[in-house]
């Protein structure tokens, strides 16, 4: 059995948890505190916008992260939209896009 964390065990935690670097969709670091797992889809995203880019006019990525996804697709329909709203994410999206 864990022995509980004392307050002050546990703000230190706390505190070092918020203190970890996170931008953009890189969930490397709580993938690898094993607090996050992903399972095989029947289906693949990527596979879903892809079919239908050709001959789209416009596109709309919602909460693009870091752009990440978006800049990995090509050719992308001339009138592209991105969306972000954790604010520490805007200028890396704005770059990479």
Same mark, same amino acid.
């Given at each position: 059995?864990?022995?509980?964390?004392?307050?002050?065990?546990?703000?230190?935690?706390?505190?070092?948890?918020?203190? #970890?670097?996170?931008?953009?969709?890189?969930? /490397?670091?709580?993938?690898?505190?094993?607090?996050?797992? *992903? $399972?095989? %889809? &029947?289906?693949?995203?990527?596979?879903?916008? #892809?079919?239908?880019?050709?001959?789209?006019? /416009?596109?709309?990525?919602?909460?693009?992260?870091?752009? *990440? $996804?978006? %800049? &990995?697709?090509?050719?992308?329909?001339?009138?592209?939209?991105?969306?972000?709203?954790?604010?520490?994410?805007?200028?890396?999206?704005?770059?990479?896009?």
């Amino acid at each position: 059995m864990k022995k509980a964390l004392t307050d002050d065990e546990l703000f230190g935690y706390l505190i070092n948890e918020a203190n #970890q670097k996170f931008e953009g969709w890189d969930f /490397s670091y709580i993938e690898s505190t094993g607090r996050m797992r *992903e $399972f095989p %889809s &029947s289906w693949n995203y990527r596979n879903k916008v #892809q079919i239908r880019l050709p001959g789209s006019s /416009s596109m709309l990525d919602m909460g693009t992260g870091g752009g *990440e $996804f978006l %800049s &990995s697709l090509s050719p992308l329909p001339a009138n592209t939209c991105a969306t972000e709203g954790y604010e520490p994410n805007i200028p890396v999206a704005r770059n990479r896009l």
